[in-house]
Nanobody
């Protein structure tokens, strides 16, 4: 079992920045992918960014490329999402996600609200 706890969401003005953090605990040795998804009201959950634990390679949604950066601290079992130049369309609940190749299972955090508004 894996537990995920997100923090760092909130209200920010357009053009501002936020940093999301996800603390990972439990059976972490089987995890090979960590990422962030988001879900806006009335929309499907979508991938924002992910990072592969082995080599550190990353993928980003086109809508956030150049503005968001995903990083991980494997020693501290954390994954972060630095969000810059935020836009109103970034407003959503952001979820931390990890995939355990050992269990062939996805784990999700409880979500943290990000609201971009003036």
């Amino acid at each position: 079992q894996v537990q995920l706890v997100e923090s760092g969401g909130g209200l920010v003005q357009p053009g501002g920045s936020l940093r999301l953090s996800c603390r990972i605990s439990g059976s972490i040795f089987g995890i090979n992918v960590m990422g962030w998804y988001r879900q806006a009201p009335g929309a499907q959950r979508e991938l924002v960014a992910r990072i592969f634990r082995g080599g550190g390679s990353t993928n980003y949604a086109d809508s956030v490329k150049g503005r968001f950066t995903i990083t991980s601290d494997n020693a501290r079992n954390r994954v972060y999402l630095q969000m810059n130049s935020l836009k109103s369309e970034d407003t959503a609940v952001y979820y931390c996600n990890v995939f355990s190749s050992l269990e062939s299972k996805d784990y999700w955090g409880q979500g943290t609200q990000v609201t971009v508004s003036s």
